[in-house]
């Protein structure tokens, strides 16, 4: 009967405690917030059975030329650049004439470097390229503070010729190399993890250019996102592992048995974690499900 009490007061302890642990550490020692947005530059229209084997004929789609805008705390960067100020006169000048039928676009357009203006933020100083292909690439000169990181591989593959020289030529580019380490991450050999605590860590996926890099991004709810480029133009090409239409992908993928190996291993990505997002550069079902800045993805 007298050891009621002394009972209750270590069961009030106790629950006072677990509120304690329950508001938890303060925001600055939780780690920096993460999140991003997806800067929708233009888009052109696309019949589905050219973006992958098997898409269907009768459905045209919305391509979608984008740029993805990763916030790690106080920093911010552009994981390509999607369709800039100058690619009327870029696409005059350096798409030849046969491949306009193929690859083309809708005005308006729309720069990254417009859109981020307006709403006020910080001019960006680093620009992470997927690849270096023109409707990637595009608004490089339009981020002349910034630092343009690419591969050791797609830099000689855009010394050598393969990318636009009026979007990668001008001597003011300020091109760093990344530099992967031999530190196997989720199926990758290879990886650098950019800030050091795993929220966002660059991959080699090299076959659609031989230096491409793919992007995971785990934001500060949990949710996990990887940013494949030009690996696949649809994420529906993923579950059966599907190439892009043959013509396409003559047309674009430097390297075809590469490229297929990398979607195989998305594939087995997917299968390994149902909850992870993948997202092409280019893929408007997935982008318009995830919205477009300045909403952002937490």
């Known amino acids: 009967m007298h050891r009621r009490p002394r009972f209750a007061g270590l069961v009030a302890g106790f629950a006072a405690a677990l509120a304690v642990l329950a508001i938890g550490l303060p925001a600055a020692a939780a780690g920096p917030r993460v999140s991003f947005a997806i800067v929708k530059t233009g888009r052109t229209v696309v019949q589905e059975s050219l973006l992958y084997a ?10 979608n030329f984008s740029a993805f805008l990763i916030r790690h705390g106080d920093d911010e960067f552009l994981f390509d650049t999607g369709l800039g100020a100058r690619i009327d006169s870029q696409y005059a000048q350096d798409m030849p004439g046969w491949k306009q039928r193929f690859f083309k676009y809708l005005k308006p357009i729309i720069p990254a470097r417009d859109q981020l203006a307006r709403a006020g933020l910080p001019p960006i100083r680093r620009v992470i390229l997927s690849h270096s292909h023109w409707d990637h690439a595009s608004g490089v000169v339009d981020f002349p503070q910034a630092e343009v990181w690419v591969t050791k591989e797609e830099l000689a593959f855009i010394r050598g010729g393969g990318a636009w020289p009026s979007q990668v030529g001008a001597p003011s580019i300020r091109w760093r190399t990344i530099l992967f380490q031999p530190r196997p991450y989720r199926g990758f050999a290879q990886s650098l993890d950019l800030y050091g605590d795993g929220t966002v860590v660059l991959v080699p996926q090299f076959g659609h250019t031989p230096g491409a890099v793919g992007m995971f ?11 494949c480029g030009d690996t696949v133009w649809s994420a529906a090409a993923i579950p059966q592992a599907r190439p892009k239409f043959w013509l396409a992908g003559l047309l674009a993928d430097s390297d075809a048995g590469r490229t297929q190996a990398e979607i195989d291993r998305m594939r087995a990505l997917q299968k390994a974690d149902p909850g992870l997002t993948i997202v092409p550069a280019h893929d408007s079902r997935v982008q318009a499900r995830l919205g477009f800045f300045p909403n952002w993805v937490e």
């Open 54 to 63: 098997g898409g269907d004929k009768a459905a045209k789609l919305d391509n």
């Open 217 to 227: 991004v785990t934001t500060s709810s949990g949710r996990r996102f990887f940013f």
